[in-house]
Nanobody, 126 residues
Framework: VQLQASGGGLVQAGDSLRLSCAASGGTFSRATVTWFRQAPGKEREFVAT????????QYADSVKGRFTMSRDNTKGPVYLQMTGLKPDDTAVYYC????????????????????WGQGTLVTVSS
């Protein structure tokens, strides 16, 4: 399975962006798909996750209420709608998919995911 992330760009604080993650060479209908981000000089961090089978989502506290993760159907693609963007949201955003479902307490762990997209850069200016 190859993942393709897209939708990043340069925006101003308060603006919105929508990131997309599509799968090729397979589907992630039974997977957990998660967005991580990595800012310069920082570790990769969990942003949001979705269980493809049910559509249930979880969010990091830092983005709760501002970001919404969704999917078209169980086969994807998945989206990350980002509103009220802040300079602290500046990072490379990666989508990742597991081979099967990831338990809720482990969705924030990068090691749970077998497939990774190439990343898309989001830059938020103040």
């Amino acid at each position: 399975v190859q993942l393709q992330a897209s939708g990043g760009g340069l925006v101003q604080a308060g603006d919105s962006l929508r990131l997309s993650c599509a799968a090729s060479g397979g589907t992630f209908s039974r997977a957990t798909v998660t967005w991580f981000r990595q800012a310069p000089g920082k570790e990769r961090e969990f942003v949001a996750t979705i269980r493809m089978s049910t559509g249930s989502t979880q969010y990091a506290d830092s983005v709760k209420g501002r970001f919404t993760m969704s999917r078209d159907n169980t086969k994807g693609p998945v989206y990350l709608q980002m509103t009220g963007l802040k300079p602290d949201d500046t990072a490379v955003y990666y989508c990742a998919a597991s081979r099967g479902q990831v338990i809720l307490t482990a969705t924030h762990l990068p090691g749970q995911y077998a497939y990774w997209g190439q990343g898309t850069l989001v830059t938020v200016s103040s």
